[in-house]
């Protein structure tokens, strides 16, 4: 496709300058009015630099009214998307006064409306549709906010510290607040409204005491104290284990339900998704409350690994939210299960990333070409990123990795830095070479390790033999070797563990040797997936028996679970296309049984053991796929370990059901669905659960599974449940999801009634996300049916968004973009859907960025 004028521009690492202009001081001050903000921005403008470029400033949305410089009026040429100030002084004071209409704004960046209250979302280019402004990480200025509005707008909230408020006239009144330290725009908070208020303080390992407020909806207090319980927990954690200490006396959350994403990390002001703050255990599972802890720790950890050390340019961003995952990620861990976490952080490598990588979307985590940034939160910048940290901290161990943390912080606090800069202050702290690790930066795709292994009886010696190679994808250079850490285990055939060892592994080629061996052993490989690698390896059912059993890590036994189920599924896969009967090895179902049966498993663990590999797992271990032979293949394979273990999950069940804690509830749940596929479908069983049911963790247990398993009173229970909840948003996007992942040809048809439901609505994303979103991600069958009517029905939907949210709408378009494993009539019927996107007159960048990629692919 040749580049045309109408077309959006892209923007390169390579051409990155350092800004022409700074701002070290900003003062704003609003008057609140729903389609008519008064915003007045007064700047501190220096010249960076000896160059007589004029100042242009990036807005967006704007109604500009007025136009000073040091208090005259001054020239100014309005560009798309740009202001130039006419100016050749260095260093000057630059007021501008513009109009936006926060009440209109449906794209839910800037300045806009949750349900009657102002809020802000700026990052990652949300400033410029506040103000005119130099809307770029590395431009840090000291804020103070002057918010005016009326009074029954009861919290005037910014940034920092609240510094004077007061009554005005005309039942008005005003607030002001002052930063402290110097932030990018994209940190900017402000939130107006009258909401309930949750109060506590935490005492910090410094003796001050820190005032910390949650925000939420009228009437959800009681909702709001598992929020506050994780914030207190996340900073005393970030105390312990990275000897990190909060900064400000005030730190405030507030949680609004309309939001593009999960929660944001301004200074002292995080604005939160209500689904990662509200919960009691009746209306939110064991898992929202996982969720709500870690997203909670997530933004918290911001507030040095991304607030007080930010992101030079875009392209950085992994600088900031891979560390911050993986700091988030190591809390969940120290706090609760690590093995349980470190499962689900592969799940969504595996399940997400690679699919990412093995599309058009494809980048290394820190993107070299961006035409639209909020396309790049993705898997591979935040998920990946986090292995890449991780996989330093494997090399350097805790104590080097921690002196690389006190390094970074000595360096570059206050600053705007690079990921090489982060990777600097782990090399020097430690004194590792990192020079070829830095690799793991630069290339995209997903590295494909081949592992061979011989043993010589004679000299007692074991060589495993790793090939490593990422494939190069159209216009991409070759890719060289990585440095990988291949941590390894082996077993002997009773399972006793004979060695434990992380590799080196940095050669495209490379043997390792183990020597003094007696018999062939048993090698757990990539344990803990120690990189974010694919493994190939041809492990036979024996060693995975072996390996599922007696393996060291608990992770290792759940991927031997994992390679188990899904060789079962490939096996049967060939067996279709050679148009033979399906088979299941009976070893296969007694290892099931054995999970079911153990008494020393962990239960949480049993829990992810027995949901066994989704479709989607499966579908990333291949490089072509038939879909519905896969599908028959997955169904098969469950079924006949639902059916073969139906006696033992009954009496485990009915031992386990109702013990309080959340890995008994999880793993009671997993045989749950796992008898709603059997052969007696156990419908009493369903409803007792449901309706008996203590907590939503329960309940929902039952619905899902009555759902998976087709069951005959799932309209029943659905029904009972919508009766029950449709007052309460969040838990109405659970049944929204649900009925959107039923596997039957009317499904389209019932989520198109579903649109018309009170509860649901186009313009807020969390019902967008549970209905339509849920459809495409995880309705495989229905949304890749034959006929391509899933395909169309995402089209028209993503076409409604294109206009309203287009960050919303590039999200949701995802499954449609990645389609290079399907037959080619699949890939056609989507091809047509891509071409009338492309063709939309007012086509977003966001989803021209994704759609033209996928197109070229
Ligand atoms: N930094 C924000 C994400 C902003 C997304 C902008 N499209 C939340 C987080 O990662 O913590
Ligand atoms: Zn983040």
Known sequence: MSQNVNQPASKRLADYRPPAFLIPELSLAFKLQPTATEVTAISHVVRNGDHHEPLVLDGEALELLSAKVNGEAVEVTQLPGKLQVATALDDFELTLVTRINPQDNSTLEGLYMSDGAYCTQCEAEGFRRITYFLDRPDVLAKYSVRIEAPQAFKYLLSNGNNIDSGALENGWHYACWQDPFPKPCYLFALVAGDMDLLEDSFHTCSGRDVKLQVFVDKGNLHKAHHAMASLKKAMAWDESRFDLEYDLDIYMIVAVDFFNMGAMENK??????????????ESATDDDFHGIESVIGHEYFHNWTGDRVTCRDWFQLSLKEGLTVFRDQEFSSDVGSRPVNRIHAIK????????????????????????????????????????????????????????GMKLYFARHDGQAVTCDDFVQAMQDASGKDLTQFRRWY????????????????ETGIYRLQLRQQTAQRLGEQSKLPLHIPFSVELLDPQGQSL???????????????????KSKVIPSLLQDFSAPVRLSYDFSIEQLLVLMAHARSEVARWEASVTLFSHAVWRNVERLQQQQSMVLDSRVIDAFRGVILSESLDHALAAEILKM?????????????????LLCARDYVLEAIATGCEDEALVRYRELHGVDNAGSRAFANALLSLLARGTDGHESLLERQFTLAANMTEALGALSAAVEGNADCRDTLLATFEQRWNQTPLVMDKWFSLQATINEAEVLDRITELQQHPAFSMSNPNRVRSLIGAFAALNIAQFHRADGAGYRFMTDIIKKLNSSNPQIAARIVTPLI??????????????????????????????????????KD
């Not at 290339?443 to 009886?457: I, N």
């Not at 590799?503 to 003094?516: P, V, Y």
Request: glycine share 4%; aromatic share 8%.
């Open 818 to 855: 990645q389609f290079g494993k399907l037959d080619p009539v699949r890939q056609l019927l989507i091809k047509q859907c891509l071409h009338e996107l492309l063709a939309l007159p007012e086509l977003s960048k966001d989803l021209f960025e994704k759609v033209s990629k996928a197109l």
């Open 268 to 281: 002292g002001l995080n604005i939160f998704n209500t689904k990662y703050v509200l919960a009691d255990v």
């Open 348 to 403: 969504v490598i595996k399940n997400q990333q690679f699919a990412e990588d093995a599309g058009p979307m494809s980048h290394p985590i820190r993107p070299e070409e961006v035409i639209q940034m909020n396309n790049f939160y993705t898997v591979t910048v935040y998920n990946k990123g986090a292995e890449v940290i991780r996989m330093m901290h494997t090399l350097l161990g805790e104590s080097g990795f921690q002196a």
């Open 499 to 517: 060695v434990n060892q992380v590799l080196d592994f940095t050669q495209a080629e490379q043997t390792f040797e183990f020597s003094g061996l």
């Open 613 to 629: 590999p989704s479709a989607s797992t499966l579908i990333e271990q291949a490089s072509q796929v038939d879909l519905d032979k």
């Open 442 to 457: 630069a290339q995209a795709g997903t590295p494909e390790v081949t592992v061979h292994d011989s043993f010589d009886a």
